[in-house]
T-cell receptor, first 112, second 115 residues
């Protein structure tokens, strides 16, 4: 079974600074997709960024970027110029076909 | 609709009661997923539909859990004889296709508390 591991239950960052959230996964599939979702207290899961495994180039969405290391099965999220509104739970997710699984999450706190 | 809609937003049930949770996916979305999210944890897969067909129900924790999507749109997750360990947020998500890079659009969930 595919597993997704987030080893940092909590992270803290100063406003305007950069923070990196870690994620590793285990799979025997060659075709899969990786995602980072944000979940604020409203419980709404919001897609932050996605990466296709066949693409070598790391995905970037404004202040959010990933470091995708396929051989190491690592998929970290970097948030630059952190803002107070970035405070939330962040979940790493893996999808292959109809199988989509999530890590346990990292709670990000942003200090003013 | 504009997004995935779930109702009710909160549900309190006495142990032993049956509950039904509703999910209205985005119009035209073929795939529908149910997840269970315990407090402080990530979502755990329960079941998956493609149109009206339930293709995977391997995550349902017991035979007290039942899901349906009879017309390929609205889905209902039913829990019979609720137990305290069923207390969690139940998330519904939909996507356009069953495979590929299409990400899931989530509802805001139903928070179930079993007393």
């Amino acid at each position: 079974a595919q597993t997704v591991t987030q080893s940092q239950p909590e992270m803290s960052v100063q406003e305007a600074e950069t923070v990196t959230l870690s994620c590793t996964y285990d799979t025997s599939e060659s075709d899969y997709y990786l995602f980072w979702y944000k979940q604020p207290p409203s419980r709404q899961m919001i897609l932050v960024i996605r990466q296709e495994a066949y693409k070598q180039q790391n995905a970037t969405e404004n202040r959010f970027s990933v470091n995708f290391q396929k051989a190491a099965k690592s998929f970290s999220l970097k948030i630059s110029d952190s803002q107070l509104g970035d405070a939330a739970m962040y979940f790493c997710a893996y999808r292959s076909g109809n199988d989509m699984r999530f890590g346990a999450g990292t709670r990000l706190t942003v200090k003013p | 609709g504009a997004g995935v809609s779930q109702s009710p937003r909160y549900k309190v049930a006495k142990r032993g009661q049956d509950v039904a949770l509703r999910c209205d996916p985005i119009s035209g979305h073929v795939s529908l997923f149910w997840y269970q999210q315990a407090l402080g944890q990530g979502p755990e897969f329960l079941t998956y539909f493609q149109n009206e067909a339930q293709l995977d129900k391997s995550g349902l924790p017991s035979d007290r859990f039942f899901a349906e999507r009879p017309e390929g749109s609205v889905s209902t997750l039913k829990i019979q004889r609720t137990q305290q360990e069923d207390s969690a947020v139940y998330l519904c998500a939909s996507s356009l296709v069953g495979t590929g890079s299409k990400w899931l659009f989530f509802g805001s969930g139903t928070q179930l508390s079993v007393l």
